[in-house]
T-cell receptor, first 110, second 119 residues
Framework: QSALTQPPSASGSPGQSVTISCTGT?????????VSWYQQHPGKAPKLMIY???KRPSGVPDRFSGSKSGNTASLTVSGLQAEDEADYYC??????????FGGGTKLTVL | EVQLVESGGGLVQPGGSLRLSCAAS????????MSWVRQAPGKGLEWVAN????????YYVDSVKGRFTISRDNAKNSLYLQMNSLRAEDTAVYYC???WGWGYYFDYWGQGTLVTVSS
């Protein structure tokens, strides 16, 4: 049950787009279309932003989008805003009712 | 409004035990899988355990198997995590989360309760 691999940091200026990658294996990311992304502001609980690779829960801005190719999933934040500065975690179903998270990426809005 | 409120965290010595609770409201608790997810200080999220609606199925991350037990009381709308043989590496904020969808997503989270394992 190894964690998914994310870059520790990413950054972009307001209005720009930034993409965060999440690499797993054929046993998790590559094996299921059950990738999700969570946003976490300091001292707060995580918030579900993307599920089933590319779907957004109600209330999540369409600036957030997700995709997947093989064993790597990606989260793209377009039109960066100051409030997007947070930690982002990917997650994948890993079979047998288990879930695995990525190590997290700190997104900085310059 | 969905609410999940954890309690029971605190300071415990290595080898000790602690029982976390999560009080759920605002939804039909007995209709959902539930989970515990933890976050060590300054670190990432780690899924800990899942439990089926009726408690008949339970799953754990390898690092806690045999030491932690997840349970629920649907009559009390409550989720529990019994933690035994605690180790320093179990130090973390423990979140209660509602499981949603085939992909076992976590759509609602509590505010978390801090467990510190130290002598």
């Amino acid at each position: 049950q190894s964690a998914l691999t994310q870059p520790p940091s990413a950054s972009g200026s307001p209005g720009q787009s930034v993409t965060i990658s999440c690499t797993g294996t054929s046993s998790d990311v590559g094996g299921y279309n059950y990738v999700s992304w969570y946003q976490q502001h300091p001292g707060k609980a995580p918030k579900l932003m993307i599920y089933e690779v590319s779907k957004r829960p109600s209330g999540v801005p369409d600036r957030f989008s997700g995709s997947k190719s093989g064993n790597t999933a990606s989260l793209t934040v377009s039109g960066l805003q100051a409030e997007d500065e947070a930690d982002y975690y990917c997650s994948s179903y890993a079979g047998s009712k288990r879930v695995v998270f990525g190590g997290g990426t700190k997104l900085t809005v310059l | 409004e969905v609410q999940l409120v954890e309690s029971g965290g605190g300071l415990v010595q290595p080898g000790g035990s602690l029982r976390l609770s999560c009080a759920a409201s605002g939804f039909t608790f007995s209709s959902y899988w539930m989970s515990w997810v933890r976050q060590a200080p300054g670190k990432g999220l780690e899924w800990v355990a899942n439990i089926k609606q009726d408690g008949s199925e339970k799953y754990y991350v390898d690092s806690v198997k045999g030491r932690f037990t997840i349970s629920r009381d649907n009559a009390k709308n409550s989720l529990y995590l019994q933690m035994n043989s605690l180790r320093a590496e179990d130090t973390a904020v423990y979140y209660c989360a509602r499981v949603w969808g085939w992909g076992y997503y976590f759509d609602y989270w509590g505010q978390g309760t801090l467990v510190t394992v130290s002598s």
